[in-house]
């Protein structure tokens, strides 16, 4: 067993984090680590469950409204509650409180896919009995989030209530001091059906809501089966908003009982009837109990370890970390092409359940590289949101193409505060960024013509009308790069370097379909009203982008009035103040030279090759003195870019934080879902940073670097149909030795260190 966590000491003050962290999710469905019985009196609690891209919507209300802000807001919801199951013993009620448990224990193993809780519970008349809670959410059924409980008496007989409960008045939940929270109560579901039936065996409970404002359906059935028992009595009872099943019996010492309860949840937006959908369900996974489950899963995740797993030899406290890490990714790939990965996973109601960059971006790279076809779903996704982009272009005053919105779930712009929203058109390149890397890595010709290059071409084609022509430059006015400290700014380097990656990607992939797709191109010109004389737009913005330079500095400025800004006073800013966005005012912030994150920096780590070597290296020693950090999204780029410029002590100062930042709480917001994309960071750390991999002009390249403490690196990906497993080590005279190894798929050409070399089984290049 791999467990990644573990926690023998009960304290309720941690128990809304952990929460978070004890999730289980699918990419489908997530259920927050709540108890099943009650908590101390007393003890905070986001008790939460939620089904991926199933939203309802809600107006935005704007103080002073002007044109084209957005009127309708998306908000994934905390829908149906199957978590809980209540215990009495003896006629009391079970819930750990000081003195009235001995032994407790609670782990989620990263091989197994389980979340487990055990403990020995004492009655008031002195009546023991041990409880054991294992949880999953099955990566072979989506639908299906299933819990094995089983309970032992253990000094004397005991009278036993079993109820597990089935519950739909839920609501989301709210912070109106931060604003990474929704800051308003919210309840966008109306329970319209439920139905409890006891049966020989267990039982059946079924609660079927509708969204308020959508009228899309939810059902979720709950098939609990008694496998193991005394003689039972189950009775069934139902409320207008819950269902319940009680199964009551009596246990001699050393007697056990044991129960599966098997909750299918669906939705109308995928299945249609979801009542007849979730009876479906239910027939195809007849007669499996817990253990039958457990072992589906244990196979599934084998499967994606073998290609996903890493190392850092020499550092445990890394390793369990970025074991973690990458468990939480693979939690998180989307199910279906219907959705993506929200900022949050699923495992809280931070953002909202919003899609952003971020996903394109920092988790991206590790799907393309250890799942490609979970990679293909989000960029899928992305290609099905279109028709809602090209709205949003248009009501940004844009006649062609399309411009993704900041925040979205099913397609429209949610971001009522344009300034760090909509106005960060990066986002459309970000997008194109992900698409084509995807392809370099896959040589998927089938989704470069089906989703990929219209994708490419309308993102593209939207900064030609969004940029001008100045002084024989091409210059875009009047956006938010990634550091959301500088909103509304002059040529963006970040901004404006990624256009023109997206510019020559749409004409590269043009080129692509005119030789072997001519007929799809066709179809794609006609679908997006191309016209005459487009292509050469695209090439000249390209061709004449203007990109900040200081020459007397040799780094690259943010934008055009960056480097005129007054400094900020971080010698004199308390700890406290930090997020800097919670104690000072956005124009405060904006008049200074203060980085919320990466932004240049991250522009020349996508970029490699953009700006000269020098350039690069000042502009990380200028921008490392004034970020804050302040996003998890920026110490792993921090991080890969030492370790890119050779810097292995530095990079790991910054990746130790990167890696457990949801572990030790470092931001102190873990409560409200993990930080999916710095996970994504994590593995862009390893395998982009210290391990130097790169895939331009279609041969993967490595060049790695190790930290001190580090004895050694290892992991794997996917490129083209092959597997290569990258393991380095340190070799004599403080080198840097690397060993390839061909684990499946053909011989590729591959390059370390600089060296050009035909992988075929396994070779191995000193540093």
């Not at 109820?163 to 109106?176: A, C, I, K, M, P």
Request: hydrophobic residues 40%.
């Amino acid at each position: 067993m791999a467990k990644i966590l573990l926690s023998t000491h009960f304290d309720p003050s941690r128990l809304v984090l952990e929460e978070t962290l004890y999730h289980c999710a699918n990419g489908y469905i997530g259920v927050r680590g709540c108890f099943e019985e009650a908590y101390p009196e007393g003890t905070r609690s986001v008790r939460g469950s939620y089904v991926n891209a199933f939203y309802d919507t809600h107006p935005i209300s704007h103080p002073e409204k002007l044109y084209g802000f957005p009127e309708t807001g998306e908000r994934m919801l905390n829908v149906t509650d199957a978590q809980t199951i209540e215990l009495t013993v003896d006629g009391e009620s079970v819930r750990l409180e000081p003195g009235r448990f001995d032994r407790y224990e609670r782990s989620l193993d990263s091989s197994l896919g389980i979340s487990s809780r055990a403990f020995e519970w004492s009655s008031a008349r002195g009546s023991r009995v041990a409880v054991e809670i294992r949880r999953l959410a099955s990566l072979v059924r989506p639908e299906l989030f299933a819990v094995g409980y089983a309970l032992r008496a253990l000094d004397r007989a005991v009278d036993v209530v079993v109820t597990s409960r089935l519950e739909g008045e839920v609501q989301n939940h709210f912070d109106e001091s931060d604003p990474r929270l929704s800051g308003g109560a919210f309840k966008g579901l109306a329970v319209v059906a439920v139905e409890a039936e006891a049966t020989a065996a267990g039982g059946e409970l079924y609660v079927q809501s509708r969204t308020l404002a959508r009228e899309a359906s939810l059902g979720v059935l709950s098939l609990i089966s008694v496998e193991a028992s005394p003689p039972f009595r189950a009775e069934a009872t139902r409320t207008a908003t819950s269902a319940s099943l009680a199964v009551a019996f009596r246990l001699d010492p050393g007697q056990g009982f044991a129960m599966t309860r098997k909750n299918i949840y669906v939705d109308s937006d995928r299945k249609g009837d979801v009542r007849k959908a979730a009876a479906s369900s239910a027939r195809s996974m007849a007669g499996l109990g817990f253990a039958s489950l457990a072992a589906e899963q244990e196979a599934a995740l084998s499967g994606r370890w073998s290609s996903a797993d890493a190392e850092a030899e020499g550092d445990e406290d890394v390793s369990e970390a970025l074991r973690f890490d990458l468990f939480e990714l693979m939690q998180s790939a989307p199910a279906d092409e219907r959705s993506s990965v929200p900022a949050k996973g699923l495992s809280g109601e931070g953002y909202e359940g919003h899609y952003f960059w971020d996903a394109e971006i920092y988790m991206a790279p590790f799907y393309r590289h250890t799942d490609p076809p979970a990679a293909r779903r989000m960029l899928v996704y992305r290609h099905s949101t279109l028709g809602g982009a090209r709205e949003h272009a248009r009501v940004m005053g844009q006649r062609r193409g399309a411009v993704f919105p900041w925040r979205t779930i099913a397609g429209r712009e949610c971001s009522a505060y344009y300034p760090s929203g909509s106005a960060q058109y990066h986002i459309n390149a970000d997008i194109a960024y992900s698409c084509w890397k995807y392809y370099e890595a896959t040589g998927d010709q089938a989704f470069l013509r089906d989703f990929g290059a219209e994708l490419l071409f309308e993102t593209g084609r939207a900064w030609v009308e969004l940029g001008h022509k100045a002084d024989g430059e091409f210059r875009i006015d009047a956006v938010t790069g990634p550091d959301e400290y500088a909103c509304i700014v002059d040529n963006n380097y970040y901004t404006n370097a990624m256009a023109r990656f997206n510019l020559l990607k749409a004409l590269e992939a043009r080129a692509i379909l005119a030789r072997r797709f001519p007929d799809a191109l066709a179809d794609i010109d006609r679908r997006i009203g191309l016209e005459n004389g487009e292509e050469a737009g695209w090439e000249e913005a390209a061709d004449l982008m203007y990109l900040p330079y200081d020459a007397a500095r040799d780094i690259t400025p943010q934008d055009d009035g960056f480097l005129r800004r007054g400094e900020w006073d971080f010698e004199g800013t308390p700890a406290a103040d930090y997020p800097l966005l919670l104690s000072h005012h956005h124009l405060s912030l904006r008049r200074r030279q203060v980085c919320k994150q990466a932004d240049a920096v991250l522009a020349h780590f996508l970029l490699p090759g953009a700006a000269a070597e020098s350039t690069v290296r000042n502009s990380y020693a200028y921008y490392e003195k004034i970020t804050t950090h302040d996003s998890s999204l920026s110490y792993a780029v921090f991080a890969a870019m030492a370790a890119r410029l050779g810097d292995a002590q530095k990079a790991y100062r910054y990746f130790a934080r990167t890696a457990r930042l949801d572990l030790d709480d470092t931001q102190g917001n873990s409560k409200d879902g993990i930080h999916a994309a710095n996970m994504g960071g994590t593995w862009l750390a390893i395998a982009l940073g210290f391990g130097g991999l790169a895939t331009d002009g279609g041969c993967p390249s490595f060049r790695p670097v190790l930290p001190e403490l580090w004895r050694g690196l290892r992991f794997t990906i996917a490129f083209r149909g092959s597997t290569i497993r990258l393991r380095a080590a340190r070799g004599g005279g403080g080198r840097v030795d690397a060993s390839l190894a061909l684990v499946s798929g053909p011989g590729l050409e591959v390059e370390i260190y600089g060296e050009r070399r035909f992988l075929e089984k396994s070779l191995h290049v000193a540093g």
